[in-house]
């Protein structure tokens, strides 16, 4: 029972837009499916990450250390900064239109940067790790091995994650004929761009 229940949250969790939605869905529209499917193993690479370190308690060192947590802080910031400084530079410059070999031919070198990409924004971002210490031992039950039962609810967690970032890849690919014209694909860089500015500047003033 206490399964369901956590699977059902996990998919509420997936659902609320942030920082990882943004991303995936930016690789998605500008590099293709491959490029977005990428990007989320390398998010989920951090998710489960953090589920693990709050299993064996790591993520309570973290916490425990304010100017870890202000480092982290900023980090992130600043990547989601970048990055949405550079969809609003190429919306400016005009968002190229992708090639169709680049759809056949997928690029080992596009992928790794949008794997790592997914996971650096992951890691960097320490609320990530508040809410898997403060979001997975909830589902804990009374007398069960809790560091077994993080872990199994981490890779759940993941899972779930995976089957719905997978889903939003799909349909955003169904609609990729709309998605890739240039006025369109310039309006969405601008879009990202704002959102990523923004998520950044809201993780630079949020406190601990």
Not at 59 to 75: E, P
Not at 125 to 145: E, H, T, W
Request: net charge positive; glycine share 10%.
């Amino acid at each position: 029972m206490y399964l369901l229940a956590f699977i059902g949250a996990c998919v509420l969790v997936a659902m609320v837009p942030g920082v990882s939605t943004a991303v995936i869905l930016r690789q998605t529209v500008r590099s293709g499916r491959g490029s977005g499917l990428s990007a989320t193993l390398g998010n989920e690479t951090g998710i489960l990450a953090w589920g693990l370190a709050a299993a064996f308690g790591l993520s309570a060192l973290l916490l425990a250390s304010q100017l870890a947590y202000d480092v982290m802080r900023i980090t992130g910031a600043v990547v989601l900064v970048v990055m949405g400084a550079q969809s609003l530079w190429q919306a400016r410059r005009g968002a190229p239109e992708p090639r169709p070999a680049d759809a056949l031919v997928p690029s080992a070198a596009g992928h790794r940067r949008s794997y790592l990409l997914g996971l650096g924004t992951c890691l960097a971002n320490p609320k990530a790790a508040v809410f898997a210490m403060s979001f997975l031992p909830q589902f804990v039950p009374q007398g069960r091995n809790v560091p077994l039962t993080l872990v199994t609810l981490a890779v759940v967690w993941v899972l779930v994650d995976l089957l719905w970032y997978t889903a939003l890849i799909w349909a955003v690919a169904q609609a990729k004929d709309m998605l890739g014209r240039p006025a369109v694909r310039r309006w969405l860089e601008r879009i990202s761009g704002v959102v990523l500015i923004g998520l950044g500047m809201r993780l630079v003033v949020e406190a601990k």
